[in-house]
């Protein structure tokens, strides 16, 4: 056995010029930390040692906390630097080697989380793993050193044994890809129609009823799951009205607790409390927009006594606020940051959430003693911090009296402006794609269903960004992230393409602009091609050989969904709205053929198929295809917003004027749905809607295409 090189006299720490924000983090540590990346691996096997994989992102508490115990540390920096090659991942730009070498921790340790601690063979096959390391023992966790020292021995002593458990947990992970795979070049299964609604059964076996969501602490936000449940409450069932009731607390339970910043909007990553009231802090911008469309489809569907849809419209509203705002980059022109640290700097010390918490004394500084103790009642805050001794974020935790919200609707805005003198956590200014695709949605939607035209003029601006920045029309590929209007790094992965596209086609219903149109289906031409390798779909297109050989050298796919949609219900839904909008039967064939995953889990495990099952449930509807067809004018535009605010499930909505609509079969230009629609006598609007190109007679007021959607086309 070769003898362990010791470092190169001019290793060092190369993290000072990458671009993520992450890494800069970690820049000045003693460890010589390298990017990911083919030649890390390649001075690993020169130098015979194992990689040390750590993983985490720029808003993550506890990353900020083992980087100041152990990676500051000199004495473990030297150890680390002398035994292993270090290397430093920003999950967020490479979503494709967290999700692999998460799914191998929590196959050898039984947990996950961040930040990752992976050894791994020079090969990129994983060994050992864990996440958070103390600096010392504590009852049943080792010190990070003494973690390092029994790597080193064991790949000292027994390098054959650490060799083939690595080999078996590869071909393991490899066989694990079998089970989920799904193929797309056969017919499609006919889901059950009564899938659907045991899968609304099955949630309610695990829905917190008292404080909203579902399971125990730690509590995320279900935003997959909430728009399945509003979709199905949109549908005339038995389960409807569970679903509805389900989706309105929840949503009431959010909007009214901690999670949500009730000075400024936005939403908190997750709750260490079942009752929302003590959040993680961090706020991440996959989570808001998520939550912006949820919110924004739950005043479209009419609310509910538990959360009153205007309750709803000023959470949506203050959130897409909070989103411009706070994430917004100027200089990226249009773009938005990644999300918001969960930790603030004071005097030099991180404090988790120490901009949102509060104390009395801290309210009677700014408000004085009487309101003071008002806004402390309602918003509970008590003598001992919930939190910390900084004190606890501000939350009602319930539906506020009138009276009650006249005093907070004057006192908001002198508390925001003393907490903007605080502190204030960092912002990640990467911009990811797939992240601001879902971003577009949400903000085309909320403009349209909240009448804020200058929110659908932000996604405007975002989806030019994408275009211009992201996208590489020559090359036909999308790249994941950005810096300072460049993109640069790996490829998108199949969830930037599809939420990319899913934001274009939002866009295109909502302005009715058909540039947004034809991105969008550039972006699912160039998905298939990159993803879908011999019948078969990827989440990848293999940017890495030591993730490949780390899954026994097959491709995955993740069909369950994380903090966003998996990819796969991401391009199934995408997939289903352009069929839909195209008339194309191969296109909703190919959804068809990645819906087929739900059978063996949607009642088993709802909670983490959300996305898979509001396609599902919006292709048992159709979906429902709108063309309005007419000259520009109120009388158009008064139809299209009625369409807009509906909430048929998964509804596409084509607009134009009665030239275009009416112009020759062969005109690509020209998008299929609106293809031969006439307008009325003298140009007059009207509204076909149609099932597979299918259509119903057209109709010109509002009233009747209400009475024509809720009762559904003639023929259905």
């Avoid at 211009?468 to 490829?491: E, F, M, N, Y």
Wanted: proline share 7%; charged share 20%; net charge negative.
């Amino acid at each position: 056995m070769q003898a362990a090189q010791t470092p190169d006299s001019g290793a060092r720490n190369a993290l000072g010029d990458e671009p993520s924000a992450y890494l800069r983090q970690h820049a000045g540590n003693p460890v010589h930390w390298q990017p990911f990346g083919d030649q890390a691996f390649a001075d690993a096997a020169a130098r015979d040692v194992p990689v040390f994989l750590s993983i985490g992102y720029a808003a993550c508490h506890w990353c900020h906390v083992m980087a100041h115990e152990s990676f500051e540390d000199q004495a473990v920096a030297d150890y680390l630097n002398e035994h292993f090659v270090a290397l430093k991942v920003d999950r967020e730009e490479r979503p494709d080697v967290d999700s692999v070498y998460m799914a191998a921790t929590q196959a050898i340790s039984g947990e996950g989380g961040w930040p990752m601690s992976v050894f791994l063979t020079p090969e990129g096959l994983a060994f050992y793993a864990g996440t958070y390391y103390p600096p010392r023992p504590l009852p049943g966790r080792p010190s990070f050193l003494q973690v390092l020292e029994a790597v080193h021995d064991a790949w000292s002593e027994r390098r054959n044994g650490v060799e083939q458990n690595a080999q078996a947990l590869a071909q393991n992970m490899g066989q694990a890809q079998l089970s989920t795979a799904v193929r797309l070049d056969g017919p499609p299964g006919i889901l059950d129609p009564e899938l659907l609604p045991a899968a609304v059964r099955s949630l309610a076996l695990s829905e917190d009823p008292d404080a909203g969501g579902f399971g125990a602490a730690p509590k995320f936000p279900p935003s997959a799951v909430l728009e399945f449940l509003l979709r199905h409450a949109a549908t005339p069932s038995e389960t409807a009205g569970e679903a509805r009731a389900m989706a309105g607390r929840a949503l009431a339970g959010m909007a009214r607790s901690a999670l949500f910043d009730q000075l400024d909007g936005g939403f908190a990553r997750y709750s260490v409390t079942r009752d929302w009231s003590v959040p993680h802090f961090e706020k991440m911008l996959y989570d808001n927009a998520q939550l912006l469309r949820v919110y924004v489809h739950w005043v479209r569907l009419g609310g509910t006594d538990d959360l009153p849809a205007e309750e709803a419209a000023d959470a949506a509203g203050r959130t897409a606020g909070w989103m411009l705002a706070s994430l917004g980059l100027g200089s990226a022109a249009g773009a938005l940051a990644s999300s918001l640290d969960a930790d603030s700097v004071i005097n030099g010390v991180h404090h988790e959430g120490g901009t949102y918490l509060w104390t009395v004394p801290d309210l009677e500084d700014v408000l004085g003693s009487d309101d003071a103790a008002a806004v402390a009642r309602i918003m509970n805050v008590g003598k001992e911090g919930t939190v910390s001794e900084l004190g606890s974020p501000l939350h009602p935790a319930r539906a506020l009296a009138p009276e009650e919200t006249a005093l907070w609707n004057r006192v908001r805005p002198r508390l925001l402006a003393a907490r903007d003198h605080r502190p204030q956590p960092a912002r990640d200014d990467k911009v990811v794609a797939g992240w601001n695709g879902l971003a577009v949605a949400a903000l085309a939607e909320a403009g349209a269903v909240l009448d804020e035209p200058g929110l659908v003029d932000a996604a405007v601006r975002i989806g030019g960004y994408l275009e211009q920045v992201h996208w590489k029309p020559d090359a036909a590929r999308l790249v994941r992230v950005s810096h300072a209007g460049t993109a640069r790094g790996i490829g998108g992965l199949l969830e930037d393409y599809a939420f990319c596209a899913e934001g274009f086609l939002a866009l295109f219903s909502v302005t009715g602009d058909a540039r947004w149109y034809r991105l969008a289906e550039s972006l699912i031409a160039a998905a298939r091609a990159r993803f879908i390798v011999d019948g078969g779909l990827a989440d990848t297109a293999g940017e890495s050989l030591p993730v490949t050989n780390a899954q026994g050298g097959r491709p995955g796919l993740e069909p369950f969904d994380g903090a966003t949609p998996s990819g796969a219900a991401a391009f199934a839904g995408v997939l289903l709205s352009y069929a839909a909008l195209s008339g194309s039967a191969e296109h909703r064939a190919l959804a068809g053929n990645i819906l087929s995953l739900l059978p063996p889990i949607a009642t088993r495990a709802p909670r983490a198929v959300g996305w898979l099952l509001a396609t599902a449930q919006a292709a048992a509807e159709g979906p429902v295809e709108a063309a309005v067809v007419g000259s520009s004018g109120p009388a158009r535009d008064e139809l299209h917003r009625a369409l807009l605010q509906s909430p048929s499930p998964g509804l596409v909505i084509a607009v134009g004027d009665e030239a275009a609509a009416a112009d020759e079969e062969g005109d690509s230009s020209i998008v299929p749905l609106l293809r031969g629609r006439t307008a009325g006598a003298g140009g007059a609007p009207l509204v076909y809607l149609c099932r597979d190109m299918v259509c119903d007679r057209p109709v010109g007021s509002v009233p009747e295409v209400l009475e024509r959607l809720n009762r559904g086309p003639a023929w259905s």
